[in-house]
């Protein structure tokens, strides 16, 4: 037999020790991978790909399985001690990791993920399902804030644009483990992508209207099939033009690979339209100017959302733009994502600043590079009908859900999901940062607690200065009603002996409003009887 040589068998030793140290990261595992689940309010979220490395671009198998008990109810990592919970969805997925510098800047990687009705290695069909009560769909990501310690600047921002945006991302807490390993809190989040229950766009056709939609762009890097930008970007105030530097247009919704010729001619052509009206001279024209190709209340909502975020990406990076066919509608909608820089979690183009508009913060800084604003946001408020428009939807949205006890009683509730069962501890444990810098923050915060106080005075100053620019002012809080007197049943200010007459009125089987009966049970016993009546009596007799 012939014999190997052993400076062979030592090579191959090596390489399969190289493989097999190298499979134990490829799924990039936390710091501490001994952290466990005992019971959480979350959502539990279970990955299991067999070892295999996940993928950024290409797709693997593997399975997923989701326990959720109800809300208000408790999620049980022991599965075994703890039988019969209730499983949200359990199936096939093709997953990959998704985003860009929240996937090459953090350790704590994003995913997205295809429901299927069978393993992959059968073929990719893609199942639509309903996942923790958001609408049927196949496409889903997992987001992993990690740079965003608070975890809850996306939902934050969600929740604030929701009222106003014809679309706004849905998305739900939770703590994953992949293959056994627990990786921390995520947010299963739905993707801005076309569907029933997302965006309703239609397949676009070859000819006449159905040509004309639905398309999902997307402004950002040139990563994939671009359409480039007729138009260079300008400096702030519109003086400059970077001619050396590009804005280019990303296709999102068909996949490009499934685009027919005659759809990316015409989608490219409707945007260099649109583009063209904001270059015109006449841009403010009601009729043949701007206004013509976007809708302007959703660029505005886009805006306002984002800028009270002061998001470093808005405009530039992410910044996702429909259009569906002329039919329904022939102008382009905005459709925000993606805010977890946002809210002054970000050290670099003036993120962490509160009083100027990140949409004048087009020069070329760190990490700006090539990635630079689109001109039609200068153009925008070029036009004094849209700047006064734009004061006038400030106004709506801060006398709504962006009254300050209301956007912290969201701020509030979001957090408190985090932390009332010990998702963040544990999170924590897994990924220990508190104290120490991670890209790109501006406050390195020594706590959870920190980081939420942080962020309730980053919003309260910058509310105030988009207050001052935008030409608001808050209606004082309107003062606490007074404490309700006792004994005075028929709410005049004081206790007499009519009030003993309305009680003993309602003892005798008379009508009263809910009101005057709560305030007739002056013992407070929940029955009204002679007792009440004994009650206002003494009242009336006390000095």
Same mark, same amino acid.
Not at 8 to 12: D, E, F, G, Q, Y
Not at 112 to 135: A, C, H, N, W
Not at 155 to 176: I, K
């Given at each position: 037999m012939k014999r190997i040589p052993w400076l062979?068998?030592?090579?191959?030793l090596l390489m399969q020790g190289f493989a097999l140290g190298t499979k134990a990261y490829t799924n990039f595992p936390p710091d501490n991978p001994t952290v466990v689940i005992d019971s959480t309010n979350l959502p539990i979220v279970w990955i299991e790909v067999g070892g295999d490395s996940i993928m950024r671009s290409d797709v693997i198998g593997g399975r997923m399985k989701i326990i959720h008990n109800g809300r208000g109810r408790l999620n049980y990592g022991d599965t075994i001690a703890h039988p019969g919970q209730r499983i949200d969805y359990e199936g096939y997925i093709a997953i990959r990791h998704r985003g860009n510098t929240t996937y090459t800047q953090s350790p704590k990687k994003p995913y997205?993920?295809?429901?299927?009705? @069978?393993?992959?290695?059968? $073929?990719?069909?893609?199942?639509?399902?309903?996942?923790?009560?958001?609408?049927k769909d196949n496409k889903w990501a997992l987001l992993a804030p990690y740079s965003d310690r608070s975890m809850i600047r996306d939902?934050?921002?969600? *929740?604030?644009?929701?009222?106003?945006?014809?679309?706004?991302? @849905? $998305?739900?807490?939770?703590?994953?483990y992949l293959d056994g390993v627990y990786y921390g809190v995520h947010i299963l989040c739905e993707v801005v992508s076309k569907g029933k229950h997302r965006l309703n766009l239609d397949d676009p056709g070859l000819e006449g209207d159905a040509l004309t939609g639905g398309y999902l762009l997307e402004v950002g890097t040139n990563e994939g099939p671009i359409h480039i930008s007729k138009y260079h970007p300008v400096s702030a105030d519109g003086s400059y033009t970077y001619t050396d530097r590009f804005i280019l247009f990303q296709f999102k919704s068909p996949d490009y690979v499934d685009m027919d010729y005659t759809q990316v001619s015409y989608i490219n052509g409707a945007v260099d339209r649109m583009e063209d009206a904001f270059a015109s001279p006449n841009f403010k024209d009601s009729v043949e100017g701007y206004r013509k190709y976007i809708d302007v209340q959703s660029f505005m909502d886009y805006q306002l959302v984002n800028e009270l975020a002061h998001n470093v990406d808005a405009y530039r990076l992410g910044a996702k733009f429909y259009k569906r066919r002329d039919s329904i509608d022939s102008r382009f909608k905005m459709v925000i994502w993606d805010l977890n820089l946002g809210f002054g979690n970000c050290r670099h183009n003036f993120g962490w600043a509160t009083n100027n508009w990140m949409s004048r913060q087009n020069q070329i800084l760190y990490d700006n590079g090539d990635y630079m604003i689109p001109f039609w946001w200068n153009r925008l408020i070029k036009d004094n009908a849209y700047v006064l428009a734009r004061r006038a939807r400030w106004k709506e949205m801060r006398e709504?859900?962006? @009254? *300050?006890?209301?956007?912290?009683g969201v701020l509030d509730s979001l957090a408190n999901e985090v932390t009332r069962c010990g998702a963040e501890a544990r999170n924590s444990q897994a990924w220990p940062r508190w104290g120490v810098w991670v890209w790109p923050n501006y406050y390195v915060s020594k706590s959870y607690q920190d980081e939420i106080s942080f962020m309730k005075r980053w919003i309260k100053e910058r509310v105030a200065w988009m207050d001052g620019a935008l030409k608001y002012t808050p209606s004082p809080d309107p003062p606490d009603p007074p404490e309700p007197v006792k004994g005075d049943v028929n709410a005049d200010g004081q206790v007499t002996i009519a009030d003993v007459n309305v009680v003993t009125n309602i003892i005798l089987g008379g009508a009263a409003d809910k009101d005057t009966l709560k305030r007739a049970d002056v013992n407070g016993d929940g029955e009204i009887t002679l007792a009440d009546i004994a009650a206002i009596i003494d009242i009336l007799l006390s000095p």
């Open positions: 062979v068998i030592l090579l191959v997205q993920f295809r429901t299927l009705s @069978q393993p992959l290695e059968m $073929g990719y069909d893609k199942k639509k399902v309903e996942i923790l009560g958001m609408g939902l934050l921002a969600f *929740e604030v644009a929701r009222p106003w945006m014809e679309y706004t991302p @849905q $998305g739900r807490l939770c703590e994953v709504s859900n962006l @009254q *300050e006890h209301r956007l912290m």
